[in-house]
């Protein structure tokens, strides 16, 4: 098989092998933790509850029309409540549904969340710079450690970048989202890796919308080095490793 042919199998459905398969669901085999766990003697840090008033541009209309990928950023800060806001837009529990699984304000299959936010922050108002982690369950950002030139690793993470060169280091925050596939294995066996994929597409989308709500603007980073930011993060990079990362900022007029 050639390389594309071998890529483009990866796309394809495979149900029908999948449900020949005995998964380690099926097996009894205990189902993995559905958030990552944290020691909570950590460094913890409270976000402001969501209120809608934090959203500017009111309607849904409006932030789907004018979305763009934003790549010039001003000096300005974000407040804490807009990060709050998008972490909440992107991975805040909003629910669960009658068997007990955790519900997210983005859909995700079987409801499997197989991802961590990391935050490189910046320029968040009333945070030190650094890496924290997102605790989706309690609504906190867990204070990882700081990063000496935050901005440059964050260049040096993101390659090169083809559109505007440098531009994630001048965010006000980058969101790297990780995956641990075998919360989505554990469920969905060979299936599970194309779902991971399309899952982490809502979560982005997400915060697109949600950063136009607050006039500020959002690129999606693709093009990363797997092994600089796994590490940077702590990341085994086999259970768990980066899938994707987004750039935020108020735009530059
Ligand atoms: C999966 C994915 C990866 C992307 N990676 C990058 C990237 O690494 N750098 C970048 O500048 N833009 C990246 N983008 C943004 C696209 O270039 C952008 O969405 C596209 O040019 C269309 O422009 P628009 O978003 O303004 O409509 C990515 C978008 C997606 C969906």
Redesign the pocket.
């Known amino acids: 098989m050639g390389r594309y042919e071998q890529q483009r199998q990866f796309l394809k459905s495979n149900f029908l092998e999948f449900k020949h398969i005995k998964t380690d669901k099926a097996k009894g085999l205990p189902k993995p933790p559905t958030v990552k766990p944290y020691d909570s003697s950590s460094d913890i840090v409270n976000l402001p509850d969501v209120k809608e008033e934090i959203v500017k541009r009111q309607t849904i209309y409006g932030c789907i029309k004018e979305r ?2 934003t ?1 010039l950023y001003s000096e300005e800060s974000l407040t804490i409540d807009e990060l709050s806001y998008l972490l909440w837009a992107t991975q805040g529990i909003t629910g669960t549904n009658k068997g007990g699984l955790i519900l997210r304000t983005v859909p995700c299959s079987g409801a499997t969340h197989t991802f961590e936010t990391y935050l490189f922050i910046m320029r968040i108002e009333g945070l030190q710079q650094g890496v924290y982690r997102y605790l989706p369950e309690d609504h906190k950002l867990l204070f990882m450690h700081e990063l000496s030139e935050i901005d440059n690793k964050i260049d040096a993470i993101t390659l090169d ?4 060169p440098n ?1 994630a280091k001048r965010a006000a925050v980058v969101f790297a989202w990780s995956t641990t596939p075998y919360r989505s294995e554990w469920k969905y066996d060979i299936s599970a890796h194309k779902k991971i994929l399309i899952d982490v597409g809502h979560v982005c989308q997400n915060l697109y919308l949600a950063s136009e709500s607050v006039d500020a603007g959002a ?5 990363y080095d797997q092994k600089l930011i796994d590490e940077v993060l702590g990341l085994d990079g086999d259970e768990e490793f980066v899938l ?1 990362l987004g750039a935020v900022g108020k735009k530059r007029t």
Request: hydrophobic share 45%; net charge positive.
């Open positions: 763009r990928s790549r970048q083809p559109f505007v531009f690129c999606a980073i693709g093009i994707y």
